[in-house]
Nanobody, 118 residues
């Protein structure tokens, strides 16, 4: 069974940084583009960053220049480095396949809460 386990969230002040990690089990990771998503209270889940197997990336306009997605194929792990955090970045963050590239996602993990507040 495929498992996605996100970690690294927490409470941070505006302007601060966090690094999220997502460990994926099974074959899902090594052969698929992956993405980081977030869901804020009362809002739909949105894709904020994606990365191909080869390392090409794309970002939502709202995080471009502040977030960096990366992956370690040997460790089946995808990362999201988040800098210059803003209160509007507050959300639960999830990883999964890049839905827009693959057309599908695997069952969601529990996510990791990121709260940006002074």
């Amino acid at each position: 069974q495929v498992q996605l386990v996100e970690s690294g969230g927490g409470l941070v002040q505006p302007g601060g940084s966090l690094r999220l990690s997502c460990a994926a089990s099974g074959s899902i990771f090594s052969i698929n583009p992956m993405g980081w998503y977030r869901q804020a209270p009362g809002k739909e889940r949105e894709l904020v960053a994606a990365i191909t197997v080869g390392g090409s990336t794309r970002y939502a306009d709202s995080v471009k220049g502040r977030f960096t997605i990366s992956r370690d194929n040997a460790k089946n792990t995808v990362y999201l480095q988040m800098n210059s955090l803003k209160p509007e970045d507050t959300a639960v963050y999830y990883c999964n396949t890049d839905l827009f590239s693959t057309g599908w996602t695997t069952p969601w993990g529990q996510g990791t809460q990121v709260t940006v507040s002074s």
